[in-house]
């Protein structure tokens, strides 16, 4: 287990620390996604570098620690279940990075190097001498990293390894604090089932989120482990300052358990502590006030046992703060003797039923007595569990600001509520909540239309058209994969044209297949309001880029194009040439015939072979006539087969029965220079006849099936099976 960095003097704002990470994750992928120099990676570069700008006010550097799938700051780890955090730990412990820190002076062309350099395998980092080499040798100043130094693990036979003149008699000596953490959680298993190790070196934080959120111990050990860390605290066991500072940690670690197993830790620490009075007085002087009052309140709600000692100490301190003797620390000294009293009078626990009604009183032993607990019929406990998370308190919250920008808010509330709204749409961003952000851009719509429509709700829709939430809603295509396609297209076709721009220049970017046909379907969707922006990028110098361009305005079908497009037939690149007479072609533009004529009648076979997969796209007879004689033309040989074969194929997809005499005619052929190519061109031709009609076809394929021999006779017989199926 790697070392979790020390906690810096001043701790990092978290909310800023996560949009940073969600930011460099970002721009990590943006890396590996575009080409280097590409706009996008500066654009993405520079938006960390506004974030970490943000941290600066709170920390002057900011360090992550790398787990296998967690990054931890200081004590604390991150959301353990994030999938951004999740990602880019993941990443950094394959490359073998134990700790990353980033510095103030850190600057955007640092934050790309970095990036190019994690995009390496791991192989190739260490070949080049390791990551912390690389940066050194790049002039990176401002981003340390410490690598896993795999050199210090070594395989041993022994049970123990003792440290240099240690008696290998003598009992290990084990530090008060991590004793007693090992000791808490030593039965624990992470997600692998491997046991978890390292405790030791966590703090209080750290040590209480692994209760709250991830761990399930059994109560029953707690009490064994307290008992234990408190006798070693006695007096004459432990100096001052390690009683102290063992005490200040043990109270910082209950003051962020829950409540459960807040009370749970005070039942075994007040039995720890019945007979050690100097003890149990500095152990509580270590909580706060609040703390001490809370404390107070746990006693009286879940009526926990607690020794006489202890609730006396615990009773002063109500009243002078956190010192017994009067002398406060961290609060004001009461000195209201009236509000003593009554508050010794809530928790006497002879008492309490003076304030309970005696009905509710009985009902209340009912249920402390009841020994199974009551189930969750239907799931409803859980469903309501659910509503508790912070992310669906965050939808709530956008529904009532929506809601009270509905009904007209005040002017001293208008920016308040403008401010809120845009924070949660940035969050619901960053979180991939697509559904949320559909629904409040939905609200906002539908509040600009209305009659009462404030300039706000006019502001608020622009935000939906920043070219950081542009530009957002299209990296998470990577992020979130595909799951997320569907909601992304949603919100896309709501805010409309401003993202036709970023659209095109993913399209002119994107090198995978299913990211451009998902692209070019958006684009689609605007139908010809994206013309001008299309028409606008045919002169881009990109091939693939243009003849994609192309398709879309084909798609869009609008024959006013065809001008914008009659000079791309002269395009140096052949795919695009050709894309462009095909939709000449689709559009009946005046010359596009001429120029496939031309085209069929080229000495290159290459030109010739593009043209007559374009010539089903016209029934113009000379066209027709014309593929005819190219598949009478010259000598079957290898350098001219690809283009009879093209030509049949055309042939087949007009339907033309004119044709049939012809192929009829080449079934017929035999070939003694190249009789392999012949059969092979034979069973193309065969296989064609089936989108012939019927009654002209099925008469050439039984006449192949008697007459002709292999596998072309067995192919006509399975054609003519199909077409007379297809005629039943």
């Known amino acids: 287990m790697p070392s979790f960095p020390p906690t810096p003097d001043r701790d990092p704002d978290i909310r800023a620390l996560s949009r940073f990470i969600y930011e460099l994750n970002i721009a990590r992928r943006q890396m590996s996604a575009y080409p280097k120099g590409h706009p996008v990676i500066a654009a993405a570069a520079g938006k960390t570098m ?406 706000l709700h006019q502001e608020l829709l622009a935000a939906f058209t920043r070219p950081h939430f542009l530009e957002e809603t299209l990296n998470a295509l990577n992020l979130w994969g595909k799951e997320k396609f569907e909601e992304i297209a949603a919100l896309i076709t709501a805010v409309g044209l401003p993202f036709v721009e970023p659209l095109l220049d993913r399209l002119a970017a994107a090198n995978a297949i299913p990211l451009r046909r998902y692209y070019m379907e958006r684009l689609q969707a605007f139908g010809n309001r994206t013309l001008p922006a299309i028409l606008a990028r045919l002169g881009d110098g990109r091939w693939f880029f243009v003849r994609n361009l192309i398709l879309l305005l084909r798609i869009l079908n609008d024959p006013a194009v065809t001008t914008e497009i009659k000079p791309l037939l002269d395009h140096p690149h052949p795919k695009v040439r050709q894309e462009a007479l095909a939709t000449l072609l689709h559009f009946r533009a005046p010359g596009a015939e001429r120029v496939l004529l031309e085209m069929l009648g080229d000495n290159d076979p290459a030109e010739q072979l593009r043209a007559v997969l374009l010539a089903p796209r016209t029934p113009n007879p000379a066209v027709f006539r014309t593929l005819l004689a190219l598949l009478n033309q010259g000598v079957l040989t290898g350098g001219n087969y690809d283009l009879k074969k093209g030509v049949v194929q055309a042939l087949a997809e007009t339907g033309n029965p004119a044709a049939l005499p012809e192929l009829g005619r080449r079934l017929r052929s035999n070939s003694l220079f190249h009789p392999i190519l012949h059969g092979r061109l034979k069973l193309e031709i065969v296989k064609s006849l089936e989108y012939y009609p019927a009654a002209d076809a099925a008469p050439i394929l039984a006449e192949a099936a008697r007459s002709g021999s292999g596998e072309v006779a067995r192919t006509a017989a399975q054609t003519l099976k199909n077409l007379q199926g297809r005629g039943a």
């Open 50 to 455: 506004e974030i970490f700008a943000t941290l600066l006010e709170s920390c002057d550097e900011v360090t992550l620690g790398v787990a296998r799938e967690t990054l931890v700051v200081g004590e604390a780890c991150l959301e353990r279940k994030n999938p951004v955090f999740q990602d880019l730990a993941r990443h950094l412990f394959a490359l073998g990075v134990a700790s990353l820190t980033f510095s103030r002076g850190l600057t955007r062309g640092e934050i790309t190097t970095f990036n190019e350099l994690l995009s390496h395998s791991r192989e190739d980092v260490r070949e080049a001498g390791g990551l912390t080499l690389l940066l050194e040798g790049l002039g990176i100043r401002n981003i340390s990293v410490e690598e896993i130094d795999y050199q210090a693990f070594a395989a041993t036979e022994e049970l123990r390894v003792l440290p240099p003149g240690q008696d290998p008699a003598a009992p290990p000596a084990i530090p008060l604090w991590e004793g007693f953490i090992t000791a808490l959680l030593h039965a624990r298993l992470d997600p692998e089932g491997a046991p978890l190790t390292g405790f030791e070196e966590l703090g209080p934080g750290a040590v209480a989120a692994l209760l709250n959120d991830e761990f399930d111990p059994n109560p029953a050990d707690y009490g064994a482990s307290i008992v234990a860390f408190l006798r070693r605290l006695a007096p004459g066991q432990s100096d001052d300052e390690t009683r102290s500072l063992a005490l200040e940690k043990l109270a910082d670690l209950v003051g962020r358990l829950n409540p459960e197993l807040r009370c749970q830790f005070l039942s075994s620490t007040f039995g720890a502590l019945s007979g050690e009075g100097s003890l149990a007085t500095e152990f509580f002087q270590k909580f706060s006030p609040d703390r001490v009052a809370e404390t107070l309140a746990d006693i009286n709600d879940r009526r926990l046992p607690v020794p006489p000692a202890i609730f006396g100490i615990l009773q002063k301190l109500s009243r002078h703060g956190s010192d017994p003797g009067g002398k406060v620390t961290g609060g004001v000294p009461s000195t209201d003797e009236d509000a003593a009293e009554r508050l010794d009078l809530i928790f006497r626990e002879v008492e309490a039923d003076r304030f309970v009604p005696a009905g509710y009183q009985i009902l209340l032993d009912k249920v402390l007595t009841v020994e199974q607990p009551i189930s969750d019929q239907e799931g409803k406990l859980e469903g309501l569990k659910k509503t508790l998370g912070s992310h669906q308190v965050e939808t709530r919250v956008s529904a009532i600001i929506l809601e009270i920008l509905s009904n007209d808010p005040s002017e001293s509330q208008t920016q308040s509520l403008k401010r809120n709204l845009l924070e949660l749409c940035d969050y619901f961003l960053e979180m991939g909540d697509f559904v949320s952000l559909l629904h409040m851009h939905a609200r906002l719509r539908r509040g600009a239309g209305e009659e009462a429509a404030l300039p």
